[in-house]
């Protein structure tokens, strides 16, 4: 069965903090992880992905650590800012001939307070 | 340039009763996904259309259809309605040959009374 676990189902965090949302995959035929950042109201947007030949991905303050062996990966944002607060899918894909079904976890409501 | 647009934005039917929504693609896109959301969860993969073809389905029942037209758009067809329908239906547009990168609509919030 292809499953995207994710925890925690929230996270609060002070401004300048770290957050840290975790994910762990079942399929080992997946070889695409991203993560969308969704605000109230719209749809996911794209974040920052990875693919399981990488062990980490940095975008500006968002990084994607990725533990193949362990079938587990994880979003950290640094310096976490109030306008980070929305809701964060880790997701998973097959790239069957550019064919992208993807697999989402359940989300991480992050608040971030002043 | 206009991203991924859904129409309608909000919904209400009764049990029973049969919803057509609608998405037009980012420009230049050819692959449609759809997705259905219910509160406070992920994205559910409902089924994928290139090629005015489903190419791809996941677990959802054949009161769940769609089509895709030539300009790319895309229908999502919901007979039967049930009560558990009632969700945020997304719509994803990607370009084929270009993996797994999906631009996601606002969604249609579906009630079902």
């Known amino acids: 069965q292809q499953q995207v676990k994710q925890s925690p189902q929230s996270l609060i965090v002070q401004k300048g903090g770290i957050s840290i949302i975790n994910c762990a995959y079942e399929n080992t035929a997946f070889d695409y992880f991203p993560w969308y950042q969704q605000f109230p109201g719209k749809g996911p947007a794209l974040l920052i992905a990875?693919?399981?030949?990488?062990s980490e991905k940095k975008e500006g303050r968002f990084t994607i650590s990725f533990n193949k062996s362990a079938k587990q990966f994880s979003l950290h944002i640094m310096d976490s800012q109030p306008g980070d607060s929305a809701t964060y899918f880790c997701a998973a894909s097959l790239s069957p001939g550019g064919y992208q079904k993807v697999t989402f976890g359940t989300g991480t409501k992050l608040q971030v307070i002043p | 340039d206009a991203g991924v647009t859904q129409s309608p934005t909000h919904l209400i039917k009764t049990r029973g009763q049969q919803v057509t929504l609608r998405c037009s693609p980012k420009s230049g896109h050819d692959t449609v996904s759809w997705y259905q959301q219910a509160l406070g969860q992920g994205p559910q993969f409902i089924f994928q259309y290139y090629e005015e073809e489903e190419r791809q389905r996941g677990n959802f029942p054949d009161r769940f259809s769609g089509h895709q037209f030539p300009n790319y758009s895309s229908e999502l067809n919901v007979n039967a309605l049930l009560l558990g329908d009632s969700a945020l239906y997304l719509c994803?547009?990607?370009?084929?040959?270009?993996?797994?990168?999906?631009?996601f609509g606002a969604g249609t919030r579906l009630s079902v009374l």
């Open positions: 994803a547009s990607s370009l084929a040959r270009v993996e797994n990168i999906q631009y």
């Open positions: 990875i693919r399981p030949d990488v």
